[in-house]
């Protein structure tokens, strides 16, 4: 039985459970996932409620450590399984990647609004597109073309995960053009093994629904 649990919502549409997903499956670091149903209130009102107090996924558990929010958990598995490093080895391009992690969870709003992650993966009715969604993808774009210019040569750290999944929104609804280079290198990314267990799980958890 892991030591680490990962609480993850039963419909693996979220982006910030895929990023730690993602995290503990490069890394190798063996836990078991533990599903709550959103919908149902499953997180709310219950010991996961009072363990995590913020009551939200993804949440680990590991030995003593309950920890909520994407962004803490990331930097403690990266301290507490060291290898392989998920980070840069620089500590300006370290401080780069965490620039990166800290923007995307206090920025897009109005991208993730217009096209939202669940849609990827069933359909729903798709919301309005609007400028200031367009004006945000264009940044994510222009972020992303800098990133692929500055990393080449290297493997992906924990924010070209994130820039490239965030990207399958741009590439799933087609209200922007993604350049090619860009679509590819998320094409790349999407690709790994760590985030297609995220997809596989998706599916199984649907077969048995
Ligand atoms: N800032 C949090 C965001 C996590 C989050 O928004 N989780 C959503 C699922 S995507 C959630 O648990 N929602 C349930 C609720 O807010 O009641 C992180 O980075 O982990």
């Known amino acids: 039985m892991p030591d680490l649990i990962l609480y993850c919502e039963a419909s693996f549409t979220s982006p910030w459970v895929l990023a730690v997903w993602t995290a503990l499956r490069e890394k190798g670091v063996p836990f078991e996932a533990q599903l709550l149903d959103l919908k149902k209130g499953e997180h709310k009102g219950t010991d996961f ?30 301290e507490a399984f060291p290898e392989p490093g998920l980070y840069p080895k620089d500590r300006a391009d370290r401080a780069r990647d965490r620039q990166i992690l800290s923007w995307l969870r206090s920025d897009l709003f109005a991208l993730r609004r217009a096209m939202p992650f669940e849609g990827i993966f069933s359909p729903i009715a798709p919301p309005a597109m609007t400028p200031e969604a367009r004006e945000e993808s264009d940044k994510l774009l222009a972020v992303c073309a800098a990133r692929i210019a500055s990393t080449a040569g290297r493997g992906p750290t924990l924010a070209d995960f994130e820039l490239a999944s965030t990207l399958r929104r741009l590439i799933h609804y087609r209200h922007v053009p993604v350049p090619e280079a860009i679509a590819r290198w998320s094409d790349a990314i999407w690709a790994r093994p760590s985030i297609q267990s995220w997809n596989a799980a998706r599916a199984r958890t649907a077969n048995i629904a």
């Open 49 to 78: 409620a009072k363990q995590t107090v913020i009551g939200k996924v993804p949440a680990i558990r590991h030995q003593e450590l309950v920890l909520a929010e994407s962004f803490a958990i990331l930097e403690y598995l990266e």
